[in-house]
Every structure is written in structure tokens, then in C-alpha cells.
């Protein structure tokens, strides 16, 4: 009887470690599943191959890409009004990413980056408006074409 009941201790032991091993597993894969990365975009206003477009409850920001293999622009619109302010100084601290690593990508490179949903990505804009000194950022969401 004693022999039985340590072999039924073990086999239930043995059970309730593979259940925490797999339960383990599976929250593991969840976190990584649901990472998100985020990139932040300079845009200036000023610039020639930046503009804004559109009514301010449409409003599209666009870099007009020009390379050999893509020549099609990167659009943006806003999610929502402008985030928080950022200095010059901290601007360091986003790993930014400009015009001109926007335009080193190729066409099929551009679309992977943007359209790959995995990892997830969000999407910032840093603006310059009219400050040197005060930048904005913003959440944006990033579409295909001209509408």
C-alpha cells in the first residue's frame, strides 16, 4: 500500500513539474509575441523633401524619398494631437531616425520595414515646427499611398 501511494506522490510530482515547465514556456512566448518597437522620425518642415498635407483633422506627413530604387514616399498620419514636448538636448535618448536612412532603404526593404507586422512597431514623429530649440512628438501610423 506505502509502495503505491510513493509512486502516485511521484507520478503527481512529476506531473506538476512539466505543467510549470510548460506554463513557463508559455508565458515566455507571450512576452516576446507582444513586444513592441518603437521608432522615432525627425521631421522638418523646412526641409525640401518634407511637407504636410492635407485638412488638420487629415493631416499626412510625407518624405519624398528619392533613390534608384524607390521612389515612392513615406507617409505618416497622426494618431493623435502632439504627445509631449522634447528638448534639443534629449533628443539623443530616441536613436532617431532621419532622412537620409529613410532614403537609403530600396523599395522592397521600405515595404518589409513598415508593412512586416512582426515585431510589432509603433511609430513617432519628432517635429521641428518653429523652435530650435523645442521639438513635438507625436504618434503616427504610417500608409501607403497618397489618398
Known amino acids: 500500500m506505502k509502495l503505491k501511494i510513493v509512486i502516485n506522490i511521484k507520478k503527481i510530482i512529476l506531473l506538476v513539474i512539466i ?4 506554463n513557463s514556456c508559455a508565458s515566455t512566448t507571450d512576452v516576446a509575441e507582444h513586444s513592441v518597437q518603437k521608432y ?4 522638418d518642415k523646412t526641409h525640401p523633401k518634407m511637407r504636410t498635407y492635407g485638412k488638420p483633422y487629415e493631416l ?3 518624405y519624398e524619398i528619392n533613390n534608384p530604387y524607390n521612389s515612392e514616399p513615406v507617409i505618416f498620419t497622426p494618431k493623435d494631437s502632439i504627445v509631449k514636448k522634447i528638448s534639443i538636448k ?3 535618448n530616441y536613436h532617431v531616425k532621419d532622412y537620409k536612412w ?12 513598415f508593412l512586416k507586422n512582426t515585431p510589432k512597431k509603433e511609430f513617432y514623429l519628432i517635429e521641428k515646427i518653429e523652435s530650435h530649440k ?6 503616427v501610423d504610417f500608409i501607403m499611398e497618397i489618398e
Open 19 to 22: 505543467s510549470l515547465i510548460i
Open 134 to 139: 523645442i521639438l513635438y512628438l507625436r504618434s
Open 60 to 62: 499626412r506627413y510625407l
Open 102 to 113: 529613410l532614403n537609403s532603404f530600396s523599395g522592397l526593404d521600405i515595404d518589409k520595414f
Open 90 to 92: 534629449k533628443l539623443r
Open 40 to 43: 522615432y522620425f525627425y521631421f
